[in-house]
């Protein structure tokens, strides 16, 4: 049996549309969170045994061991510390946020910067 042309356009428009579809759903999603390097003010400082320091917005999965401090610099956000998250804020609300001597970080999450 013969398709009509116009059977074979609507079925090729229906192939390519879940084609591009399924594309746009499995791109993947961008990070703006960077670790930077001096570290600065304004930036997120991590002190541990090898201080780190990060910036921008989003969420990275890290490891960062024998983490004692972090200075939320101009950003506001969490960590996943020994399996607590643990929020930290700007250094216009606090002076910085005390975490288990020794943790193990294993997430940073920047929510805003002001």
């Known amino acids: 049996m013969k398709m009509t042309i116009r059977k074979r356009v609507t079925a090729f428009g229906a192939v390519l549309a879940l084609a591009v579809g399924g594309l746009a759903v499995a791109a993947p999603q961008a990070q703006a969170i960077n670790r930077v390097d001096p570290c600065q003010g304004g930036y997120t400082w991590i002190y541990s045994d090898s201080t780190t320091c ?38 216009r609300q606090s002076a910085g946020t005390v975490i288990s001597p020794r943790a193990t970080v294993t997430v940073v999450k920047i929510d805003s910067s002001i």
């Open 54 to 91: 990060w910036g921008g917005l989003g969420t990275v999965n890290v490891v960062l061991y024998n983490v004692n401090f972090i200075d939320g610099g101009s950003n506001n956000g969490s960590v996943i510390a020994n399996g607590v998250k643990v929020p930290f804020v700007n250094d």
